[in-house]
């Protein structure tokens, strides 16, 4: 079946620095990528959606300058948590739409120290 | 404003014995409907999905039901085995929109040997 892959799978970073975590989709294109986060314990709360080519759109309450998305290619989105505070710390998941589901990443565990 | 809903957080059933998970919706908007399990740190595990112009589908031990009057969907397993231990999360959908999935709070399942 489809693949999603993120990297990288855990990071850990300091107050104030900025962190680039990828998602790729393995053997299929998708113009659409979506990015979700999750707390410890909680539901899987959607961040945004990627577009390919295009502007992300932003789901209520989620910073668009604190979370850059890109997504630059139909196989690779990326999302950057810029000036990382702990609050941030959290495990965020980036999918996409094969034929009839959508596909998950791994994951990426953030700690911000 | 939960629209999708898992109201018991966790359920313990014995090996062999059918384990049911129901999910409640409010959005009529909503049009198809999947199954994830996961594991903590792991990205979502897609099991099953249904579309709303049926109310039954089946996949080996799982099975999905949908009620729309009710806004009610279930997905059983039979038998349950420990393997199936894991937390499962309904998912939902208008497809006519962008797509988004909406989550539930999920199911913590306990499968005793």
Request: hydrophobic residues 35%; aromatic residues 12%; proline residues 4%.
């Amino acid at each position: 079946g489809a693949v999603v892959s993120q990297h990288p799978s855990r990071v850990i970073c300091k107050s104030g620095t900025s962190v680039k975590i990828e998602c790729r989709s393995l053997d299929f294109q998708a113009t659409t990528m979506f990015w979700y986060r999750q707390f410890p314990k909680q539901s899987l709360m959607l961040m945004a959606t990627s577009n390919e080519g295009s502007k992300a759109t932003y789901e209520q309450g989620v910073e668009k300058d604190k979370f850059l998305i890109n997504h630059a290619s139909l196989t690779l989105s990326t999302l950057t948590v810029t000036s990382a505070h702990p609050e941030d710390s959290s495990f965020y998941i980036c999918s996409a739409w094969g034929s009839y589901e959508q596909y998950f990443g791994p994951g990426t565990r953030l700690t911000v120290t | 404003d939960q629209q999708v809903k898992q109201n018991s957080p966790s359920l313990s059933v014995q090996e062999g014995r059918i384990s049911i998970l129901n999910c409640d919706y409010t959005n009529s908007m909503f049009d198809y409907f999947l199954w994830y399990k996961k594991y903590p740190a792991e990205g979502p595990t897609f099991l099953i999905s249904i579309s709303s112009i049926k109310d039954k589908n089946e996949d080996g031990r799982f099975t999905v039901f949908l009620n729309k009057s009710a806004k009610h969907l279930s997905l059983h397993i039979v038998p349950s085995q420990p393997g199936d231990s894991a937390v499962y999360f309904c998912a939902a959908c208008h497809t006519g929109a962008n797509s988004k999935l909406t989550f539930g709070k999920g199911i913590t399942l306990s499968v005793r040997p």
